[in-house]
């Protein structure tokens, strides 16, 4: 059990463009997701807490309005880098938890390329 | 803030080689720690984890040991398998925080 799911795995976009990305809880319920990045020989750095129904909390220097994060149900979360461009190039990874104590299971990550 | 720092890799070992894999972190107040593997082309999975002072977490072989003491919660294994090459991650959530920091990652390559 316990698993989580991105899609797509890879997506290729123009700059100027926008990109969905959905992250699913398949066999669970997940109250909280959390949607990282991880840039190359560096760590995971979140970016945003979402609670199924409210608004997500956006980390420090993340910007809200190009990274739009909506979690509509409590087994999907989306995130849509609007107006991409190619320094959002990156490996995007979301992951959920049951509750805010439970462990977080992770979705295999989707991997941005802005041309 | 809190941080986390691991060693640098690649590290590359011989099959049935000793693997230690280095993590200290700086919090406050007690978190909780983890080790997180992620296996070529898949996402992060939670290896081991503890929650208090000398706790010893262990999984696959694995082992790690809170200790608070040093701030340190150091990855090893007795003996390494080809299998084991992958992303390892030290991370820690702090108490009452669902929020979790992570190391930068050290590669690990076995090598047959």
């Known amino acids: ?115 | 803030g809190d941080s986390v720092t691991q060693m640098e890799g690649p590290v590359t070992l011989s099959e049935e080689a000793f693997l230690t894999i280095n993590c200290t972190y700086t919090a406050t107040g007690y978190p909780s720690l983890f080790w997180y593997v992620q296996y070529p082309g898949e996402g992060l999975q939670l290896l081991l984890k503890a929650t208090k002072a000398d706790d010893k977490g262990s999984n696959k072989g694995f082992e790690a040991t809170y200790r608070k003491e040093t701030t340190s919660f150091h990855l090893e294994k007795g003996s390494v398998q080809v299998s084991d090459s992958a992303v390892y991650f030290c991370a820690l959530s702090g108490r009452g925080d669902d929020k979790i920091i992570f190391g930068k990652g050290t590669r690990l390559h076995i090598l047959p």
């Open chain 1, 1 to 115: 059990g316990a698993v989580v799911s991105q899609h797509p795995s890879r997506v290729i976009c123009k700059s100027g463009t926008s990109v969905k990305i959905e992250c699913r809880s398949l066999d669970f319920q997940a109250t909280t997701m959390f949607w990282y990045r991880q840039f190359p020989k560096k760590s995971l750095m979140l970016m945003a807490t979402s609670n199924e129904g409210s608004k997500a909390t956006y980390e420090q220097g993340v910007e809200k309005d190009k990274f739009l994060i909506n979690h509509a149900s409590l087994t999907l979360s989306t995130l849509t880098v609007t107006s991409a461009h190619p320094e959002d190039s990156s490996f995007y990874i979301c992951s959920a938890t049951r509750t805010s104590t439970d462990t977080q299971y992770f979705g295999p990550g989707t991997r941005l390329t802005v041309l």
